[in-house]
T-cell receptor, first 113, second 116 residues
């Protein structure tokens, strides 16, 4: 079955450590996105990529990094420079173009302890 | 910059009543407006979408209306049920810069609670 998969579902990190969240899709989508969701704040765009080996910063990219070495994969690294990393992270993918829906993964809840 | 505004942020209704969520967008070139439903701790699912060549679209108890002149679109849920309780996000396909690339920009979400 086609879909988009995030792992792990829950992640705990010690303060000062980097951590990488996985996002894989087999939908043959060109575009992939990472969003952060905090209570009462909705979805905020961290990074997005519309083609392999290319990505752009979203609204809140500071303290995060990404790579897009393969079309299917768009991992997000939360670095120690991110001051408030505890949040729910959602990955999405879509075809490029104007009128295309996004498909979301199930999300990763990151907690800094 | 380009953005999508969504209201209200929270909405509480009695079972059987209707619920309406409204969004406005800034890019007049936007042509695609999806709505997503997110249940607690899960990813979001597309529930309905509308393209700019129509003014209204309906799917059972859910409908979406679009006013391109005013640049706003709304989600209507009739005969609400407790299982409709979730966070709903609107989105608009926003053009980036002056080129032909678009990306979805989301509203901040509306927490809908349907009370039995």
């Amino acid at each position: 079955d086609g879909g988009i998969t995030q792992s792990p579902k829950y992640l705990f990190r010690k303060e000062g450590q980097n951590v990488t969240l996985s996002c894989e899709q087999n939908l043959n989508h060109d575009a992939m996105y990472w969003y952060r969701q905090d209570p009462g704040q909705g979805l905020r765009l961290i990074y997005y990529s519309q083609i392999v080996n290319d990505f752009q910063k979203g609204d809140i990219a500071e303290g995060y990094s990404v790579s897009r070495e393969k079309k299917e994969s768009f991992p997000l690294t939360v670095t120690s420079a991110q001051k408030n990393p505890t949040a729910f992270y959602l990955c999405a993918s879509s075809m490029t173009g104007q009128n295309t829906e996004a498909f979301f993964g199930q999300g990763t809840r990151l907690t800094v302890v | 910059g380009e953005n999508v505004e969504q209201h209200p942020s929270t909405l509480s209704v009695q079972e059987g009543d209707s619920a309406v969520i409204k969004c406005t967008y800034s890019d007049s070139a936007s042509n695609y407006f999806p709505w997503y439903k997110q249940e607690l701790g899960k990813g979001s699912q597309l529930i309905i979408d509308i393209r700019s060549n129509v003014g209204e679209k309906k799917d059972q108890r859910i409908a979406v209306t679009l006013n391109k002149t005013a640049k706003h679109f709304s989600l209507h849920i009739t005969e609400t049920q407790p299982e409709d309780s979730a966070v709903y996000f609107c989105a608009a396909s926003i053009r980036q810069g002056g080129g032909s690339n678009y990306k979805l920009t989301f509203g901040k979400g509306t927490l809908l609670t349907v009370n039995p």
